[in-house]
């Protein structure tokens, strides 16, 4: 379970440093807010499927994740 947890595409998490790459290889225009910004949605999302099954780890992990993103995301807009 750990390793299918860790490709979720949530950056520090190995699946977020895969899609980090990813967009820096095929986004035309370089963004580098938009690996932040896929990072914050799908924190959010996995963390509400957490609450919404009742798997507390879960929601607190990805919230957690989420919002570290969403911290560094308003940092690089300054």
Same mark, same amino acid.
């Given at each position: =379970?750990?390793?299918?947890? *860790?490709?979720?595409?949530?950056? /520090?998490?190995?699946?977020?440093? $895969?899609?980090?790459?990813?967009?820096?290889?095929?986004?035309?225009?370089? &963004?580098?807010?938009? /690996?932040? %910004? $896929?990072?914050?949605?799908?924190? &959010?999302? =996995?963390?509400?499927?957490?609450? $919404?099954?009742?798997?507390? +780890?879960? #929601? =607190?992990? +990805?919230?957690?994740?989420?919002?570290? *993103?969403? =911290?560094?995301? %308003?940092?690089? #807009?300054?």
């Amino acid at each position: =379970v750990w390793g299918l947890l *860790n490709l979720v595409p949530v950056l /520090p998490l190995d699946g977020g440093n $895969i899609m980090r790459s990813l967009v820096q290889l095929y986004v035309l225009r370089p &963004a580098p807010e938009l /690996p932040l %910004q $896929i990072s914050v949605g799908t924190g &959010a999302v =996995v963390s509400l499927y957490g609450l $919404i099954t009742g798997q507390w +780890f879960l #929601a =607190v992990l +990805f919230g957690w994740l989420g919002y570290l *993103n969403y =911290v560094e995301l %308003q940092r690089s #807009a300054r």
